[in-house]
């Protein structure tokens, strides 16, 4: 079981944060870019000593400033699979699954059939020999993670483990990886911005935004509740930020005010809204909708069958209409409409 | 039209402005004129009488192993200097590098003249060498090879430490990540990658020893048979016997460019 209390200073982001993977569990480590997700990896691989906090593995301490402990990335019982894959470009495919177990004193011989035993594991017994650079980038991946779990790690980590890959070979490569990680028994923390991977491959989110948690839980809650702007834009949900102002109703932060079917959990709220949820009108709505506010176009996205509005105003969304609604209004950048959204469609939870 | 663009613009490229065509051609000529005089000017009948010489093979056997043997020295020395140049962080690297460059720009006769002064029979450590054990460094083939590496060491430094900067230091990383300690990262993972380089440093190594002369003859004299390399032995033989000194230019040309053309095709590849 890993414990990271994570505290490192670079030049333009203090990375603090709090980290735990049981054994057997995969957690997705999420967040934009420059949020701190790699080098929160290299500090618990050892490749970037802590400026403060501790990492354990197992109950062993591995790095701890107070203490002055530092246990070197050599010495450390932890596996990595690198962005870009990292395999040495002048060892042969199975040479370089077999990298670990040699410099870990293993004669060259047997280093070598254990290494062809997890190259066949991975179904990769046909490239024993190549060099990485003649890998597709699927037999890539496969050889990197292979090198990584032959020295049988307690821990694996994977930094951005499908970046590498086009778009057609990922969707196969991410249920491969799925598979071939279920087999491992240390637990697993992947660094990903792409929230497909993580819901894929993880068991548990956490989100990272300016090296700070913003959001921890499995991917069907963050999805549904969504914690901040950046995972509400990833799971494609509005949320919208409020506190209560009478026990159905809602101030916005941006000035609004919208009203709920059911009463609010807490004083501050966050309330999440499908962009499918919101109606467009040329004119105020009369009937039944309960929230309506004016709104001016801020941009037009149109996919194949259905088109994305992002409004600016009193509530800051983005509503999905038709194509047809969207002739209709004549929904062009600055146009003036009117949204409106069904009290039960808001639904509000703790900030 | 937008496919072809790029041909075009390849093509562009590599026609250059028409001022400096014959401007390289002057340059060739330059360069390659001295050889044809050197061609034209070859006893070509009596060449393998010639070469069979003993001032000839005398000088081509002691140049030969003196550089082959400067150039393990430099490698053995050169490669860890190589590395704390490109990879520490030591204060007043740019001194020391600048120290490792120096006998690239000091007149060979002077690198020849401090050696003297320093490894001499009277020399600051030549002195106490020879008190302590009897070994005297000039004169001698080891005269010879000191004044060598002397001289070709810095080709070899200042090839590898550019080399080991374009190595990329991610794959140690993933090496020390696999249990690999320092030692094992050099020899496994550093080491094979900046080979390219170190080839090429010893390469142009061994083609600097090869040419030496200046310190040679300052440091180790000019005894036919002892330290008399083929450099010296040209020298001497343009003043006694021109046939014989242009059969030892051609045999040095011939040498330098079996040293040389291998090398060429390994930096366009790389």
């Known amino acids: ?31 934009p870019n420059g949020a701190g997700k790699t080098t929160t990896l290299r500090a618990i691989a050892g490749l970037r000593p802590l400026d403060g906090g501790r990492v354990e593995l197992d109950g062993r301490v591995l790095d701890e400033p107070a203490s002055r402990t530092f246990v070197p990335p050599e010495q ?5 699979v690198f962005q870009d894959h990292l395999l040495f470009p002048h060892l042969s495919a199975l040479d370089n699954v077999a990298f670990g177990l040699r410099a870990r004193g293993l004669r060259r011989r047997a280093a070598r ?28 991946q496969r050889v990197a993670l292979a090198r990584a779990l032959a020295v049988e790690p307690r821990l694996l980590l994977l930094d951005e483990p499908l970046a590498a890959l086009d778009a057609g070979t990922r969707v196969r490569v991410r249920s491969d990886l799925r598979r071939h990680l279920a087999d491992f028994p240390g637990g697993r923390l992947l660094v990903t911005h792409d929230p497909l991977d993580a819901i894929v491959l993880a068991d548990r989110l956490v989100i990272l935004e300016g090296g700070r948690v913003t959001q921890t839980g499995t991917p069907a809650e963050v999805t549904a509740r969504p914690a901040s702007r950046y995972v509400a834009q990833l799971v494609g949900v509005n949320v919208l930020f409020g506190t209560a ?48 506010w004016p709104a001016v176009v801020a941009d037009v996205e ?23 609604a969207m002739a209709q209004l004549d929904l062009v950048p600055g146009a003036r409409v009117w949204a409106s959204a069904k009290a039960v469609d808001l639904v509000a939870y703790p900030r | 039209m937008s496919r072809a ?33 050197l061609l034209q000017r070859a006893p070509w009948s009596d060449l393998t009488e010639l070469v069979r010489r003993p001032i000839v093979t005398d000088a081509l ?55 003297l002064f320093a490894f001499g029979r009277r020399g600051l450590v030549g002195e106490p060498l020879e008190d302590a054990t009897g070994f005297v460094l000039p004169f001698s ?44 990262v050099l020899r496994r993972v550093t080491l094979p990658q900046a080979a390219p380089s170190i080839v090429a440093g010893a390469v142009l190594c061994f083609a600097r020893a090869l040419g030496e002369f200046g310190a040679t003859v300052t440091f180790a004299g000019n005894l036919q048979g002892r330290t008399q390399t083929m450099p010296l032995a040209v020298f001497v033989a343009l003043e006694s016997d021109r046939d014989a000194a242009v059969a030892l230019s051609l045999v040095l040309v011939a040498v330098s460019l079996a040293v040389l053309v291998p090398l060429r095709d390994r930096w366009l590849r790389a």
């Not at chain 1, 990271?4 to 967040?31: K, M, N, Q, S, T």
């Not at chain 1, 290494?115 to 037999?139: N, Y």
């Open chain 1, 1 to 31: 079981m890993l414990r990271a209390e994570v505290d490192v200073r670079l030049p333009d982001l203090h990375l603090r944060l709090d980290l735990r993977v049981d054994d057997g569990e995969v957690v997705a480590l999420l967040g």
């Open chain 1, 113 to 140: 059939a254990a290494a062809h035993a997890w190259l066949e594991r991975m179904g990769l017994a046909g490239v024993a020999g190549a060099r990485p650079r003649t890998l597709s980038g699927g037999e890539a």
């Open chain 2, 5 to 37: 663009a790029p041909r075009t613009d390849r093509r562009a490229a590599a026609r250059p402005p028409r001022a400096l065509v014959p401007l390289a051609a002057l340059t060739v000529g330059f360069l390659v004129l001295p050889l044809v005089a």
């Open chain 2, 61 to 115: 056997r002691l140049s030969l192993v003196s550089a082959a043997v400067a150039t393990g020295l430099s490698l053995l020395g050169g490669v860890p200097l190589a590395w704390v140049l490109a990879r520490s962080r030591l204060p007043g690297l740019s001194v020391l590098r600048a120290l490792a460059t120096l006998p690239v720009v000091l007149p060979p006769v002077v690198g020849g003249a401090a050696l």
């Open chain 2, 141 to 184: 083939i080891w005269g010879v090879i000191a004044a060598n590496t002397f001289v070709a060491l810095p080709f070899l430094v200042l090839t590898v430490e550019s080399g080991l900067r374009a190595v990329d230091t991610r794959y140690e990383e993933a090496a020390a990540t696999l249990g690999a300690g320092r030692w094992t």
């Open chain 1, 302 to 324: 149109a996919d194949r069958d259905r088109v994305r509005v992002t409004l600016e105003g009193p509530v800051q969304a983005t509503a999905e209409v038709t194509p047809a």
């Open chain 1, 245 to 292: 102002s009478g026990r159905h109703t809602v101030r916005l932060d941006t000035g609004g005010e919208l009203t709920l079917a059911d009463a609010l959990p807490a004083a501050e709220v966050a309330i999440a809204l499908r962009p499918q949820a919101i109606a467009l009108h040329t004119h105020r709505p009369d009937g039944s909708p309960r929230n309506a």
């Open chain 1, 76 to 80: 450390r019982p932890v596996g990595v």
